[in-house]
């Protein structure tokens, strides 16, 4: 926002000043040639009125010396009888009982002097508008990063009417948006009662049905269908206090691996784990370890329990990359895995979508790919905390290959 009122600040007030300069220079200019113009007819008067009282030669000649024009050359006179009197030639000025007064014009030359000062004026003010202008703003800019920063929270504004209309808008939209808020988590609410209860009276159900081939597969259908509920709910919960903070990408995935270590090697699978440096993204930890926690539930879920999966996180340009493969059967269309509903594999595809979310909330990006273990390759990309990085950047990835 700053940026753009800097430019516009530069746009409007720069023409002014390049009008300004312009208008000055031509000014001054046609009054230097005006003043060299007012000097050559008083030096022309001059003459002509010695010519008034005597036409002697001598006395006319010593005149034109005298003068500023005529010490230049450029003043001369043509008596009566023919007779040419100085130098020069030019524009006959004026004329006396049949003699002839003429000046050529004195060469004029441009003000640089007085222009440079006139820009160095013109920049001093451009920085003064600058400066004032972005006074005048600051408030507004204030009020955009305390909206950003909480919903419903008053915007409040003092100077024109057009600023204050602009706060009031502003506070009337962070009204509606926090009353929609609390809607959405009324509906979430009774959305997570309506769904629970009946699945608790279908477990219980489930449970009394006995052993054989169709009760496990209603338990297991029970089981999945609860699982899928309770992301769905998860997902729908408002992220604003979990996006918030700031956290360490490799502390994060340290801590949550001791767990799927653990569960690994209970499976005899084999996990590769590499953290490298300290590298902070702005999201909470428990943000980030519920995405950590997500990709290797699906992991675990969705591939043998001799799969291989590899956890790795690399920093590099601004950019975390946080990557989770395995050694599984991968997708079979990566492309559409990133719907909601549609990831194929017996799931909902929730979890890519809860994934997605976190790395955009950061400016980033989620790949699916097919890893070097064989199977699926989820990439996320977060962006870095205060940090400042390019929109496209994928010379990270592939550092992190060429090192692998």
Known sequence: MRAVITRALLLGAGLVAVVFVLTAGFLTYSHSVQTAAEADRRDAAVVAGVLAVSSDADAVRGTIARTAAGAEGRLSVVLADGT?????GGEPVSSVDGAVVS????????PFLTMFLVIVLAGVSLAGALWLGHRTFT??????RDLKSSVGRRVRLRGPRELEELADS???ASSRTSLLLAKEREMIADVSHRLRTPLAALRLDADAVGSGAVADRIRSAVGTLGHDVDRIIQSLQPTEVEVAGK???AAVVET?????SAHAADQGRVCEIDVGEPCWVPLSPDALGAVVDTLLENVFRHTPPAAPVGVSVVRHAGWVTLVVEDGGTGLADPSSALHRGSSGGGSTGLGLDIARAAAEATGGTIHLERGRLGGARVRLRFGEANSH????SPRAWRLWQGHH
Do not use: Q, T
């Open 389 to 392: 990085h390019e929109p496209e």
């Open 247 to 249: 956290c360490d990408v």
């Open 170 to 172: 502003i506070d009337e």
């Open 84 to 88: 040419r009197l100085g130098a020069g």
């Open 256 to 260: 949550r691996m001791v767990f799927w």
């Open 139 to 144: 408030p507004v800019l204030h009020a955009l």
């Open 103 to 110: 000046v050529v014009p004195a060469p004029v030359a441009f």
